[in-house]
């Protein structure tokens, strides 16, 4: 009866740890691996062994902003196990990563500022949850590698790069998070562009680019934000030379006044639009096959972002997360123009 009521209280219960084969994965990729249970000193059900992709988010309130722990999945491996007194027990798991899966670790540096978990929880009723937390390494898709290396070939410096609670306009976003990679612009913007913002959303078959410039004012312009998206397919966009892309992106959006909403950041034919005079890019590709990701973090580079990263990491204090909203214009309800939209 005293081990019984102990139990009750989460003392002599089963503890709990997680070893992945491998804590690197992609965004769409598979971690696997085994949760390890230890029985306690009384017989118990267990019922559920869950696994939850956790990191650190910031929300924005009207108080300003706040960080926190947030859920980007929530994965049930198991259910009802009956674990004896001091049993041993494996639970094999394969945990599908979202293809949203933020960015923590770019040619082979972590991310300053990205910090992601795989917590494990053992639901009991009447006792408290036993929670094992191990980290897990994302790496870029080869597709986002590409983008990446644009900004290092352009002389992007890394600013910081977090997760914010929210939801984009006109991407096919399904976590209730997306990630911000903030850089500052190049010397050839100075007193145009200051800082430019980076996000992705990744499906199986296209990567969504979403891009915010932050434009200074005076003789080159009234200032304020201008944003721009980009959607192809990862075949193309690995293909393809960014670095142009981009950079004429920024020269269009540096140099055009605010009132002038005709400037669209759209690049599908739906938009009406054809980018930089290239007339195949950016034809959508849902009829392809899923986009293959055997080896994120193997994959060969371009130069500069590797190097502008792993810079960064040594100057920044591990973990700390600097707040940055993005502006209204590509939160979800509001009423600007979508993507197209300047201030």
């Known amino acids: 009866m005293f081990k019984r009521m102990l139990s009750a209280f989460g003392v002599g219960g089963p503890s709990v740890d997680t070893v992945l084969d491998s804590p690197h994965v992609g965004p769409g990729g598979t971690l696997t691996g085994r949760i390890r249970i230890k029985g306690g000193s009384a017989d118990v059900e267990i019922g559920q062994a869950?696994?939850?992709?956790?990191?650190?988010?910031?929300?924005e309130h009207h108080g300003g902003e706040?960080?926190?722990?947030?859920?980007?999945?929530?994965?049930?491996?198991?259910?009802?196990?009956?674990?004896?007194?001091?049993?041993?027990?494996?639970?094999?798991?394969?945990?599908?990563?979202?293809?949203?899966?933020?960015i923590t670790a770019v040619g082979g540096s972590p991310l300053p500022g990205m910090n992601l978990g795989l917590r494990t929880d053992l639901v009991i009723a009447g006792a408290p949850d036993k929670g094992d937390l191990d980290p897990v390494v994302i790496h870029p898709l080869p597709s986002q590698d590409r983008v990446l290396d644009a900004f290092g070939a352009l002389g992007f410096r890394f600013a910081k790069a977090d997760l914010e609670v929210g939801r984009l306009h006109g991407v096919p976003q399904q976590l209730p998070v997306y990630q911000e990679i903030e850089f500052y612009a190049p010397p050839q913007f100075s007193g145009r562009i200051s800082q430019v913002e980076l996000t992705f959303v990744a499906t199986p078959h296209e990567l969504h680019i979403v891009l915010e410039a932050d434009r200074r004012g005076g003789i080159f312009g009234g200032g304020g934000d201008a944003f721009g998206?980009?959607?192809?397919?990862?075949?193309?966009?690995?293909?393809?030379?960014?670095?142009?892309?981009?950079g004429q992106w920024l020269e269009q959006v540096s140099q055009r006044s605010p009132g002038n909403a005709a400037f669209g950041g759209g690049h599908q034919p739906a938009y009406g639009?054809?980018?930089?005079?290239?007339?195949?890019?950016?034809?959508?590709?849902?009829?392809?096959p899923g986009y293959g990701h055997q080896d994120h973090h193997g994959h060969r580079r371009g130069p500069g972002m590797g190097t502008v990263v792993g810079g960064a990491a040594a100057g920044i204090v591990g973990g700390m997360i600097l707040g940055d909203m993005l502006d209204g214009g590509l939160i979800d309800g509001d009423t600007g123009e979508d993507f197209a939209g300047e201030e």
Not at 50 to 59: F, P, S, W
Not at 75 to 97: G, H, I, K, M, T
Not at 229 to 246: G, L, S, Y
């Open 50 to 59: 869950v696994l939850a992709l956790q990191g650190r988010v910031e929300v």
């Open 66 to 102: 706040a960080t926190g722990t947030g859920e980007l999945l929530r994965f049930v491996v198991a259910e009802r196990l009956r674990v004896s007194a001091n049993q041993d027990l494996d639970v094999p798991f394969q945990l599908p990563v979202p293809w949203e899966a933020p």
């Open 229 to 246: 998206r980009f959607a192809v397919p990862h075949q193309e966009a690995e293909n393809t030379d960014w670095a142009p892309v981009i």
């Open 273 to 288: 639009q054809q980018p930089y005079g290239q007339p195949g890019y950016g034809q959508p590709a849902y009829g392809q």
